[in-house]
């Protein structure tokens, strides 16, 4: 099992800062990653996948990047809308194992 | 637009057999390139990815959860089932459906939460 830890678990922010989230992987996952976002009550959605390539509809203030063990997300300048839990997900194992980090919650400052 | 939608009969009892359905809209899941997953979160916490099925039937699930999990195809209805055996308070959750490319999941069903109680 590859296993996704994920930092910080919990990050403060105020709208309109910059904020880095990190994954890290046990072992290689070369660019098989995703990101998501979940809202409470709600299903995640996606972000990013292959490491650093946003999804259709996603605002240009989501970037990624990160290969191999450590990857990063970074949201340029938050909005209110961006306050929710974060997820990385690797998809590298063959057979497929896919897991998740344990999530990193972005609150208000 | 894809939309899913997971759907079961409610609350199941200890050792029970858990059995959940989704229905997709929008796209037939005999539709090659997409992998029909089942994904759960316990209250308050993480993801957990429990298997997928391919079009052509072909499954594969969580080494942890394996010996207990079946997802199988209705194309007729083009809908996909989980049924999940011997269940305890540990599967307490809210269960997903997704539709994954490429094994990343694009397209989420808004889950349902089951809870395993006597």
């Known amino acids: 099992e590859i296993v996704m830890t994920q930092s910080p678990a919990t990050l403060p922010v105020s709208p309109g800062e910059r904020a880095t989230l990190s994954c890290r992987a046990s072992?290689?996952?070369?660019?098989?990653l995703a990101w998501y976002q979940q809202k409470p009550g709600q299903a995640p959605r996606l972000l990013i996948y292959?490491?650093?390539t946003r999804a259709t509809g996603i605002p240009a203030r989501f970037s990624a990047s990160g290969s191999g063990t450590e990857f990063t997300l970074t949201i340029s300048s938050l909005q209110s809308e961006d306050f929710a839990v974060y997820y990385c997900?690797?998809?590298?194992?063959?057979?497929?194992?896919?897991?998740f980090g344990q999530g990193t919650k972005l609150e208000s400052k | 637009q894809v939309q899913l939608q997971e759907s079961g009969p409610g609350p199941v009892k200890p050792s029970q057999t858990l059995s959940l359905t989704c229905t997709v809209s929008?796209?037939?899941?005999?539709?090659?390139?997409?992998?029909w997953n089942w994904i759960r979160q316990h209250p308050g916490k993480g993801l957990e990815w429990i298997g997928y099925?391919?079009?052509?039937?072909?499954?594969y699930y969580n080494p942890s959860l394996k010996s207990r999990v079946t997802i199988s195809l209705d194309t007729s209805k083009n809908q996909f089932s989980l049924k999940l055996s011997s269940v305890t308070a540990a599967d307490t959750a809210v269960y997903y459906c997704?539709?994954?490319?490429?094994?990343?999941?694009?397209?989420w069903g808004q889950g349902t939460l089951v809870t395993v109680s006597s």
């Open positions: 099925i391919y079009y052509s039937g072909s499954t």
């Open positions: 997900q690797q998809y590298a194992n063959w057979p497929p194992w896919y897991t």
């Open positions: 072992q290689s996952v070369g660019s098989e």
């Open positions: 929008g796209v037939s899941i005999n539709s090659g390139g997409y992998y």
């Open positions: 997704a539709r994954a490319v490429l094994h990343y999941f694009t397209s």
């Open positions: 292959g490491g650093s």
